[in-house]
């Protein structure tokens, strides 16, 4: 095999069958099956959370909450300019159109900022992969034999575990409080416009922080290399020369993600488990030493200022276990194809996950002040833009990063070859048809040069490309091209499939439960004989108090009647007073 580094040596192939037998597990045919279940899955789950969210919404009478929902007091004290509320006729704290476009456009700028930092993170790391790859190949045979020969992955799990540290620090420590500055610095109305635009920017972040080295080794990595021989000194030749093994990046993006995932869900579990226990210790160091000067004995808390005295719920204690839930569920349905274990590992970590935060609720924190909202916000959006987006990537996978596509090209449309070993319909000979040839004494370098020798003019590299001294040597052959068109076919059905099948499911499972609805139908039914009610009673009782009023102008008429009658036949009484008619 051609080097893999501009200082390494010829490798033999069979020092990557680890790798091969790896990918095996999950680079077969049966992966296919497994990617179209978990589009299912990931449907039923929003359209199942739909139904439960109706319930409780429902249950708990928050139907519209939002459009009554008061301004944030941040808010309130920070805009100077007020407008009439064409509803309430009240003036109100308002931020005018231009001026809100002007905060979001620098917010915005500050964003894709950060998200260029996180690029160079990416870039940063695949500049080490192939420094430790050289450096490793450099050392000698004798001393550093076993490193050697276990280079790729020891690289691969040292890369993994550089890019999680990052990745933590990342979030702990710079994105969060940039969130919650940028958030601020909009001066959001509500609370449920401020937590939408928090969680927005967190979980783009997030997104970028997490999964931008996934998606560089699942869709990327090894696109830009064309043949070997080229200069490796450059830092984008470097990158060029950022290769897969033979057996394929599907390996080395199940390395990637099992050690981001699993190495994140222990972090998590240890923080939220050590850190309030930690806070809370440190409390109790310093307030249940108190001692009373006047009597010189210790001062005895009671239970409220014991309870007191634990790690306060701030008003975004949630978010982080949304966060968290929302980035495993991009864990599981992103890559699912790399990486077929993680729902297992994601069900044993929410099993933990609910006994921890049971713990950590009714022991470590202070009771929090329940709020009344309408849904979860943001986040429903979020899960459903992962849903979309998971049967876009888990296609392309398959078809691009996976064998599976090159090898039923090669089954079905292979010839029989004595030569090779080939025979149609079989797979017998795909590993020489997947390694192109390069000439040794092509290299330019002159650490480069000592290939070249009677034992080996030649060397195999991964990629479909004409040979040299042929026509259109080093360009693309013409099973690159078969397989490309077979690629591109399978990622359009398979995502038109998906879709489709997702949206029949969709379609089929309501969203409110019949039950439910049945009873928001008979309320509003209440509602509006309640109403016709009322109405009727307020026209009824309208109706009596004209009858009344009329019974009473009656009397003053017979009255006044009589009083002429008396005046008419006794002279000498006194006429009564025209004022009264």
Same mark, same amino acid.
């Given at each position: 095999?051609?080097?893999l580094?501009?200082?390494?040596?010829?490798?033999?192939?069979?020092?990557?069958?680890?790798?091969?037998?790896?990918?095996? &597990?999950?680079?077969?045919?049966?992966?296919?099956?497994?990617?179209?279940?978990?589009?299912?899955?990931?449907?039923?789950?929003?359209?199942?959370?739909?139904?439960?969210?109706?319930?409780?919404?429902?249950?708990?009478?928050?139907?519209?909450?939002?459009?009554?929902?008061?301004?944030?007091?941040?808010?309130?004290?920070?805009?100077?300019?007020f407008?009439?509320?064409?509803?309430?006729?009240?003036?109100?704290?308002?931020?005018?159109?231009?001026?809100?476009?002007?905060?979001?456009?620098?917010?915005?700028?500050?964003?894709?900022?950060?998200?260029?930092?996180?690029?160079?993170?990416?870039?940063?790391?695949?500049?080490?992969?192939?420094?430790?790859?050289?450096?490793?190949?450099?050392?000698?045979?004798?001393?550093?034999?076993?490193i050697?020969?276990?280079?790729?992955?020891?690289t691969?799990?040292?890369?993994?575990?550089?890019?999680?540290?990052?990745?933590?620090?990342?979030?702990?420590?710079?994105?969060?409080n940039?969130?919650?500055?940028?958030?601020?610095?909009?001066?959001?109305?509500?609370?449920?416009?401020?937590?939408?635009?928090?969680? &927005?920017?967190?979980?783009?972040?997030?997104?970028?922080?997490?999964?931008?080295?996934?998606?560089?080794?699942?869709?990327?990595?090894?696109?830009?290399f064309?043949?070997?021989?080229?200069?490796?000194?450059?830092?984008?030749?470097?990158?060029?020369?950022?290769?897969?093994?033979?057996?394929?990046?599907?390996?080395?993006?199940f390395?990637?993600?099992?050690?981001?995932?699993?190495?994140?869900?222990?972090?998590?579990?240890?923080?939220?488990?050590?850190?309030?226990?930690?806070?809370?210790?440190?409390?109790r160091?310093?307030?249940?030493?108190?001692?009373?000067?006047?009597?010189?004995?210790?001062?005895?808390?009671?239970?409220?200022?014991? +309870?007191?005295?634990?790690?306060?719920? +701030?008003?975004?204690?949630?978010?982080?276990?949304?966060?968290?839930?929302?980035?495993?569920?991009?864990?599981?349905?992103?890559?699912?194809?790399?990486?077929?274990?993680?729902? &297992?590992?994601?069900?044993?970590?929410?099993?933990?996950?609910?006994?921890?935060?049971?713990?950590?609720?009714?022991? %470590?924190?202070?009771?929090?002040?329940?709020?009344?909202?309408? +849904?979860?916000?943001?986040?429903?959006?979020?899960?459903?833009?992962?849903?979309?987006?998971?049967?876009?990537?888990?296609?392309f996978?398959?078809?691009?990063?996976?064998?599976?596509?090159?090898?039923?090209?090669?089954?079905?449309?292979?010839?029989d070859?004595?030569?090779?070993?080939?025979?149609?319909?079989?797979?017998?000979?795909?590993?020489?048809?997947?390694l192109?040839?390069?000439?040794?004494?092509?290299?330019k370098?002159?650490?480069?040069?000592?290939?070249? +020798?009677?034992?080996?003019?030649?060397?195999?590299?991964?990629?479909?490309?004409?040979p040299?001294?042929?026509?259109?040597?080093? %360009?693309?052959? %013409?099973?690159?091209?078969?397989?490309?068109?077979?690629?591109?076919?399978?990622?359009?059905?398979?995502?038109?499939?998906?879709?489709?099948?997702?949206?029949?499911?969709?379609?089929?499972?309501?969203?409110?439960?019949?039950?439910?609805?049945?009873?928001?139908?008979?309320?509003?039914?209440?509602?509006s004989?309640?109403? &016709?009610?009322?109405?009727?009673?307020?026209?009824?009782?309208?109706?009596?108090?004209?009858?009344?009023?009329?019974?009473?102008?009656?009397?003053?008429?017979?009255?006044?009647t009589?009083?002429?009658?008396?005046?008419?036949?006794?002279?000498?009484?006194?006429?009564?007073?025209?004022?009264?008619?």
């Amino acid at each position: 095999m051609c080097p893999l580094c501009g200082h390494c040596k010829l490798w033999p192939l069979d020092d990557s069958c680890t790798f091969s037998k790896l990918t095996y &597990f999950f680079d077969n045919p049966a992966t296919v099956f497994f990617a179209v279940f978990m589009a299912f899955w990931a449907t039923s789950f929003l359209e199942f959370w739909k139904r439960k969210h109706a319930v409780i919404s429902w249950e708990w009478d928050l139907k519209a909450y939002e459009v009554e929902e008061e301004p944030r007091p941040e808010f309130e004290a920070a805009v100077k300019t007020f407008r009439i509320n064409p509803v309430t006729q009240a003036p109100e704290p308002y931020l005018s159109f231009w001026t809100k476009a002007a905060r979001m456009l620098i917010v915005s700028s500050i964003v894709f900022l950060l998200l260029f930092i996180v690029a160079f993170v990416v870039v940063g790391i695949i500049v080490y992969r192939l420094v430790m790859m050289s450096v490793i190949y450099s050392t000698p045979q004798e001393k550093y034999e076993f490193i050697k020969d276990n280079a790729k992955i020891i690289t691969s799990v040292s890369a993994a575990i550089i890019n999680l540290v990052i990745v933590v620090f990342l979030h702990n420590r710079v994105y969060y409080n940039f969130a919650i500055w940028l958030t601020n610095s909009e001066f959001p109305r509500t609370q449920t416009e401020y937590e939408d635009s928090f969680t &927005f920017k967190m979980f783009l972040f997030q997104f970028i922080n997490y999964y931008s080295y996934l998606i560089y080794i699942a869709f990327f990595k090894g696109r830009f290399f064309r043949t070997p021989g080229e200069n490796p000194d450059f830092v984008f030749e470097k990158i060029r020369a950022d290769m897969c093994d033979p057996a394929g990046c599907l390996s080395e993006l199940f390395i990637q993600l099992s050690i981001i995932m699993v190495g994140k869900q222990f972090f998590n579990n240890f923080m939220e488990l050590f850190m309030p226990k930690f806070a809370n210790w440190w409390r109790r160091i310093r307030y249940t030493n108190i001692v009373d000067v006047r009597t010189n004995t210790p001062v005895f808390l009671t239970r409220w200022e014991l +309870d007191y005295n634990l790690k306060r719920v +701030d008003q975004l204690a949630l978010f982080q276990e949304y966060l968290e839930m929302v980035i495993q569920y991009g864990f599981v349905t992103l890559f699912v194809a790399a990486f077929p274990l993680a729902p &297992f590992f994601a069900l044993l970590n929410n099993i933990v996950e609910i006994r921890l935060d049971a713990y950590k609720w009714i022991t %470590q924190l202070r009771r929090p002040l329940a709020e009344r909202v309408e +849904d979860i916000g943001a986040w429903y959006g979020i899960l459903q833009g992962i849903t979309y987006t998971s049967v876009v990537t888990n296609a392309f996978v398959i078809a691009y990063t996976s064998d599976i596509i090159p090898r039923l090209v090669y089954k079905y449309t292979n010839e029989d070859d004595e030569l090779d070993g080939a025979l149609h319909g079989t797979l017998h000979g795909y590993i020489n048809s997947s390694l192109s040839i390069f000439s040794t004494n092509l290299y330019k370098y002159p650490h480069q040069k000592n290939f070249s +020798d009677k034992y080996h003019d030649v060397c195999r590299y991964r990629g479909y490309y004409n040979p040299p001294n042929t026509t259109n040597e080093l %360009q693309p052959s %013409q099973r690159y091209w078969h397989i490309m068109a077979a690629r591109l076919a399978f990622v359009a059905v398979f995502e038109h499939l998906a879709f489709a099948l997702t949206g029949v499911m969709a379609f089929a499972i309501p969203d409110v439960p019949r039950e439910i609805n049945v009873q928001i139908q008979r309320e509003k039914l209440l509602a509006s004989e309640a109403l &016709f009610e009322n109405d009727l009673a307020k026209l009824q009782r309208e109706k009596d108090l004209n009858i009344d009023e009329s019974d009473k102008s009656g009397r003053r008429g017979s009255s006044i009647t009589e009083e002429y009658l008396f005046a008419y036949t006794n002279k000498e009484a006194k006429p009564p007073d025209p004022k009264n008619f």
